[in-house]
């Protein structure tokens, strides 16, 4: 059974920093792009950041440009979302999503979700 289990949210003060993990069963991570996306109350899902399968090329949203940051551990069969620099608007539900053989923003079409993590920016 192919699953993406997200955990590390929490609350957190404005200017602290989350690390989001994105762990993998059932499938090797290697052969998918993996997106971070999230949805607060009352807005649509946004699609935060990606990372490919092929050349590891990532994307980044303007909103978290400059303060997140995409990993992957292929050995722990894990991507890894860097959030610093946090600010209450990035409170949200985070979701990560696998692509298979996808490439960022070009063929990447999500077949496979996590459960979402709540991530509270709030002092």
């Known amino acids: 059974q192919l699953q993406l289990v997200e955990s590390g949210g929490g609350l957190v003060q404005p200017g602290g920093s989350l690390r989001l993990s994105c762990a993998a069963s059932?499938?090797?991570?290697?052969?998918?792009?993996i997106g971070w996306f999230r949805q607060a109350p009352g807005k649509e899902r946004e699609k935060i950041s990606c990372?490919?399968?092929?050349?590891?090329?990532?994307y980044y949203a303007d909103s978290v440009k400059g303060r997140f940051t995409i990993s992957r551990d292929n050995a722990k069969n894990t991507l890894y979302l860097h959030m610093n620099s946090l600010k209450p608007e990035d409170t949200a539900v985070y979701y990560c999503?696998?692509?298979?053989?996808?490439?960022?923003?070009?063929?990447?079409?999500?077949?496979?979700w996590g459960q979402g993590t709540q991530v509270t920016v709030s002092s």
């Open positions: 999503a696998a692509a298979y053989l996808g490439y960022c923003n070009v063929y990447d079409t999500y077949a496979y």
């Open positions: 059932g499938f090797t991570l290697d052969y998918y792009a």
């Open positions: 990372i490919s399968s092929s050349d590891g090329s990532t």
